[in-house]
């Protein structure tokens, strides 16, 4: 088997009942990748997760980590280590006796034990929180604990269920940049489940969106934003206006849409129906003659040159090259 | 005009408090009354006024003679309420774990245990005493009377596991088998820790509920009496205030047990800190 990937899924299902909750998909991550999955809420992300962790049986395909086919075997044993949601420390264990866990399941002694969670606490920067209950840490300390203990079983791959949906936004960029830290230091793999994009763009190395059960587009971040393959993928990064062209649809970021006179170049006409000033840039939001809602976001500077207010006829102009086709959803 | 908000309270306020002021003496008027007069002087008789103050009456409980039944049966009762509790226990956090989820039949199979809430108890006594009958097997403490019991303990433990366990996050056990627990160290552990306090409560629960029934008990018990009955036979037979040293101690013993299950589960929550709390905001986060 091929030992350049850390995980594959080869036509990876999971059927519940009737529902087909994740669709015969395949995916290889290759050594040492931050992976991102990134998708709305039933995308069927979170199985997928689950499925590599070994906490959902597949109901057909295979999953590989490190060549090894590892379907049907039990979590510990994949070489996996799973962060959970809600983090899910153990609330009437200490810090350390929470990272010392898997150890003590192993029968390592307590000394040795309680030694080598100490230096996993160190790693994440909370070895003076080792006598402190979880209940007595804040959100992102307990994020740290989850990860001390999820990391002392030296995982080939850490699976990460939206990690940051927990925390306040000042403390979930911080903590993003921790974990990518950790994941460039470590050299393993960390798929990382997530419905913000923002998110995926920052930390991703290669980002996978899902939609119903299908992953509809696979590559890195820059890649998917500058050349999104559907309308789908266009609108749910954010950012762009989908609209309908003589040859199929288009997608156009907005920020390289203008408000201006109709010219030679593309552009389409409507009303403005929204002005959201965002610091740097502001958001035009117009309404084209089609019916469609697309939005620009202008300079501040070039902006108050010539404001628009809500109710304004407007025009919005971009150049040729920015025109991006998708394919029919 | 609009009416200012105002920080007197509305007469609807001191009305609902006295309501509830004569609902309290209703409750407890009367047990109160028990417990000054088992301190009746020795000539006094069962009612008030109160002649002097001794505690004859409570030395006449341990003494051999008309009372003789009292220490037994009460030893009795507590051993019956023991077993009782630990069945309970261990069948209720049994069931609380297994019906988290749903299988064919469980609907079924839970209204089929709670019925016996909504069974008159006395009919329940009844129905297994002529059981018993009908197979030619004699009645006791630890057969007929305890599975009498039982019938009332266990839908009891199953509701009070069912909320115990509803508030239990799963995620913690996947924790535990993502970290390489068995299933035997994930109970040890992960399960059985965390939902201790409220295995107390059940417990607990259990205990007093078995220690001072009577209708089921009674029709089931066979020749030895447990201590309720005990008691009842002596108010149709005797009347002194020994009866009201009797209560007196056995409220004691009640007490004393949910006291100390009490101070129990609240060191342990202590100890636990916010938690209950800071799980709530984290799941509305």
């Given at each position: 088997m091929d030992n350049r990937f850390d995980v594959e899924l080869a036509s990876v299902t999971k059927r519940y009942g009737a529902t087909l909750a994740v669709d015969a998909i395949s995916l290889r991550i290759p050594r040492g990748t931050y992976c991102c999955l990134l998708g709305p809420s039933g995308c069927g992300k979170t199985t997928t997760l689950r499925m590599i962790a070994g906490h959902e049986a597949v109901t057909d395909g295979d999953i590989l980590i490190h060549g090894e086919?590892?379907?049907?075997?039990p979590p510990i044993k994949r070489g996996t280590a799973m962060m959970f949601q809600s983090y899910?420390?153990?609330?009437?264990?200490?810090c350390l006796d929470n990272v010392a866990f898997s150890l003590k399941m192993r029968g390592v002694a307590k000394k040795e034990r309680h030694a080598r969670a100490r230096e996993y606490l160190g790693l994440v920067h909370?070895?003076?929180?080792?006598?402190?209950?979880?209940?007595?840490?804040s959100g992102g300390q307990q994020q740290r604990i989850a990860l001390a203990r999820a990391l002392i079983n030296r995982p080939r791959v850490l699976l990460l269920d939206e990690p940051l949906s927990a925390l306040d936004p000042f403390l979930r960029v911080k903590v993003r940049e921790e974990l990518k830290r950790l994941q460039r230091e470590l050299g393993i793999t960390f798929i990382h489940v997530t419905h913000s994009q923002d998110e995926a763009m920052a930390l991703a190395d290669l980002m996978v969106v899902m939609e119903d059960g299908h992953i509809r587009q696979s590559a890195p971040p820059r890649d998917v934003f500058e050349r999104p393959v559907s309308p789908f993928i266009a609108r749910f990064i954010g950012s762009h206006n989908v609209l309908t062209a003589a040859h199929g649809q288009i997608a156009v970021r907005a920020d390289r849409c203008r408000l201006g006179a109709a010219g030679d170049g593309p552009h389409v006409n409507g009303q403005v129906i929204a002005v959201e000033y965002q610091g740097a840039m502001v958001r035009v939001a117009v309404k084209t003659e089609a019916g469609d809602e697309v939005s620009a976001l202008v300079p501040d500077q070039m902006f108050y040159r010539k404001p628009a207010e809500p109710g304004d006829l407007a025009t919005l102009v971009w150049s040729e090259q920015d025109t991006h086709a998708l394919m029919d959803a | 005009m609009s009416e200012r908000i105002s920080d007197k309270r509305p007469w609807t306020f001191y009305a609902l408090a006295t309501l509830f002021g004569a609902y309290l003496l209703f409750l407890y008027g009367p047990m109160f009354v028990i417990y000054v007069l088992?301190?009746?002087?020795?000539?006094?008789?069962?009612?008030?006024?109160?002649?002097g103050t001794s505690v004859v009456w409570f030395q006449e409980v341990f003494q051999p003679g008309q009372m003789a039944n009292i220490p037994v049966s009460f030893q009795r009762s507590l051993s019956l309420a023991a077993v009782v509790s630990v069945l309970t226990v261990v069948i209720s956090v049994a069931a609380g774990l297994g019906f988290r989820r749903r299988f064919p039949g469980s609907g079924a199979l839970f209204y089929l245990a709670v019925a016996s809430l909504v069974m008159p108890s006395l009919l329940v006594g009844f129905g297994i005493g002529l059981g018993f009958q009908f197979l030619g097997w004699q009645p006791s403490l630890f057969t007929s009377a305890l599975g009498a019991q039982l019938t009332w303990t266990l839908p009891f433990g199953l509701f009070a596991m069912f909320a115990v366990v509803n508030r239990f996050n799963r995620s913690w056990e996947e924790a535990a088998t993502d970290l390489g627990a068995s299933a035997w160290q994930r109970l040890r552990y992960v399960t059985i820790p965390i939902l201790l306090p409220g295995i107390i409560g059940v417990a607990m629960g259990a205990f007093t509920l078995s220690y001072d029934e009577y209708a089921r008990t009674t029709l089931t018990i066979g020749p030895k009496n447990t201590l309720p009955l005990e008691i009842y036979a002596l108010i149709s037979s005797a009347t002194s205030p020994t009866l009201f040293a009797i209560g007196t101690l056995t409220t004691g013993v009640s007490f004393g047990a949910i006291l100390v299950s009490l101070l129990l589960v609240l060191r342990m929550q202590r100890r636990r800190g916010r938690l209950d709390h800071d799980r709530l905001s984290v799941t509305q986060a």
């Open positions: 086919n590892v379907s049907d075997l899910a420390l153990f609330p009437h264990m200490s909370m070895a003076d929180y080792a006598d402190r209950l979880p209940a007595q840490l | 088992s301190f009746q002087g020795p000539n006094g008789g069962v009612t008030f006024p109160m002649v």
